[in-house]
């Protein structure tokens, strides 16, 4: 199997178990397509452009997904002083919170594969996806 599919397999596991956890914490309304504005760095202070180059997704596919996370009080988006129509969108306390609750459960993922890994296992494999990631490669 190429490696992309079986990156993808993971990466989407995550985000399943990510969803899940938000929703049982209280953030009822999330769901999977919002990981594409709240994946990692997260939406805060970010343009919806810079939100859309992130996500691989469109402006009009992206501002959809921002006003329902502003319906929902996850976010808001305000004018950038002196950038005519420039938007920047803000997480609400809400937001923040929800940010929260993900690390926590990001953090019991890394936790459970470490123990299934083993700890020198899982630093490799940490380490070398960060070389992945930090490299051209990623580009």
């Given at each position: 199997?190429?490696?992309?599919?079986?990156?993808?397999?993971?990466?989407?596991?995550?985000?399943?178990?990510?969803?899940?956890?938000?929703?049982?914490?209280?953030?009822?309304?999330?769901?999977?397509?919002?990981?594409?504005?709240?994946?990692?760095?997260?939406?805060?202070?970010?343009?919806?452009?810079?939100?859309?180059?992130?996500?691989?997704?469109?402006?009009?596919?992206?501002?959809?997904?921002?006003?329902?996370?502003?319906?929902?009080?996850?976010?808001?988006?305000?004018d950038?002083?002196?950038?005519?129509?420039?938007?920047?969108?803000?997480?609400?306390?809400?937001?923040?919170?929800?940010?929260?609750?993900?690390?926590?459960?990001?953090?019991?993922?890394?936790?459970?594969?470490?123990?299934?890994l083993?700890?020198?296992?899982?630093t490799?494999?940490?380490?070398?996806?960060f070389?992945?990631?930090?490299?051209?490669?990623?580009?």
């Open positions: 199997m190429l490696i992309g599919a079986l990156l993808r397999v993971p990466a989407q596991a995550i985000q399943r178990r990510l969803i899940k956890g938000l929703n049982a914490a209280g953030f009822d309304e999330l769901r999977l397509p919002h990981m594409a504005v709240l994946q990692f760095p997260g939406p805060d202070g970010a343009r919806p452009g810079t939100i859309a180059e992130r996500a691989g997704m469109s402006k009009q596919a992206i501002n959809q997904l921002l006003r329902s996370l502003e319906s929902f009080g996850y976010i808001v988006r305000s950038v002083p002196g950038e005519g129509s420039a938007r920047i969108v803000r997480l609400t306390e809400r937001g923040h919170a929800a940010f929260s609750e993900m690390v926590d459960i990001l953090r019991d993922i890394e936790d459970e594969w470490r123990a299934e083993g700890p020198e296992r899982f490799q494999l940490k380490g070398l996806l070389v992945v990631w930090d490299s051209p490669l990623a580009r």
